[in-house]
């Protein structure tokens, strides 16, 4: 069994930053990509920012230069550091992980969500 958690969400003023943070455990072998996704009310859920195994990133055009995802292998962690936050980034943001487990299935798990607000 596998399972995401992430942290980090809360309420912040448009200009201000945070940092996300998703933990996979259980029984992993190995993890490829990893990413971070966003839901808004009424909308579609978006990818907003992917990195690879490897350290590739690639980004949604509307965080681009503002947002930066990085992972640490070791721990099974994947960042998402959010600057100049605008009201429009205001989302549930999901963790997802494409995961080999050992017993050699491969799971796409998702995280259970952590609410973003960018409010004054």
């Known amino acids: 069994q596998v399972q995401l958690v992430e942290s980090g969400g809360a309420l912040v003023q448009p200009g201000g930053s945070l940092r996300l943070s998703c933990a996979a455990s259980?029984?992993?072998?190995?993890?490829?990509?990893m990413g971070w996704y966003r839901q808004a009310p009424g909308k579609q859920r978006e990818l907003v920012a992917g990195?690879?195994?490897?350290?590739?990133?690639n980004y949604a055009s509307a965080v681009k230069g503002r947002f930066t995802i990085s992972r640490d292998n070791a721990k099974n962690t994947v960042y998402l550091q959010m600057d100049s936050l605008k009201p429009e980034d205001t989302a549930v943001y999901y963790c997802?992980?494409?995961?080999?487990?050992?017993?050699?299935?491969?799971?796409?798990?998702w995280g259970q969500g952590t609410q973003v607000t960018v409010s004054s």
């Open positions: 259980g029984s992993i072998l190995s993890i490829d990509a």
């Open positions: 997802n992980a494409d995961i080999l487990t050992t017993d050699w299935r491969r799971l796409g798990s």
């Open positions: 990195i690879t195994s490897g350290g590739m990133t």
